[in-house]
């Protein structure tokens, strides 16, 4: 399957007012999810980061619209709310369950944190180095492939 701005929506429906999260935003970011993500790497898994891609990144953009909306500038980072207090009441959340330790921006929404998990597992299996490239030699270790066209240098 390969994912489209309706297939999204349908596997996502919190995402379908149009309003809110328009085809042409839900397609930029598609597109760029095609440029970052490696196809043969992510194999069967490759619609799944996609969406769960789309979605944190709109999350984060319908947040910024609001902001800015309201006056606030758009775009500006805010974390994981951990505690709050209005007057005499106070609340406090343990965000230590919900985020993954080095996620940086991937914890600022759910979607985020199921993609950084898959990230890991997907960049966690073997890769095999060499293959239809031509190893450069420095010294007594190999350097890696040279698979660059046209760079002769690697490695030196």
């Known amino acids: 399957m ?3 701005a309706a297939s ?27 440029l970052l993500f490696n196809a043969p790497r992510w194999f069967d898994l490759l619609d799944v980061g996609t ?3 789309i979605a944190h990144n709109l999350a984060l953009e319908v ?6 909306a309201n006056g606030a500038p758009p775009g500006m980072i805010t974390g ?14 343990d965000t230590a369950g919900g985020i993954e330790a080095g996620a940086g921006h991937w914890n ?20 095999q180095v060499g293959i239809g490239c031509t190893p450069m030699y420095s010294g007594s ?6 698979c660059m066209p046209g760079f002769s240098n690697f490695g030196n």
């Open 108 to 127: 600022l929404t759910i979607y985020g944190t199921r993609l950084i998990k898959l990230i890991k597992m997907v960049g966690a299996g073997p890769v």
């Open 141 to 146: 270790a190999w350097s890696g492939p040279d």
């Open 8 to 34: 999204f929506v349908t596997d996502y429906p919190e995402f379908s007012d149009p309003t809110k999260y328009p085809t042409s935003a839900i397609n930029y970011w598609l597109n760029l999810s095609v």
């Open 51 to 53: 969406e769960l891609f």
């Open 80 to 93: 994981v709310i951990n505690s709050k207090s209005v007057d005499k009441v106070s609340i406090g959340y």
């Open 63 to 68: 947040r910024a619209q609001a902001d800015a």
């Open 2 to 4: 390969t994912v489209t």
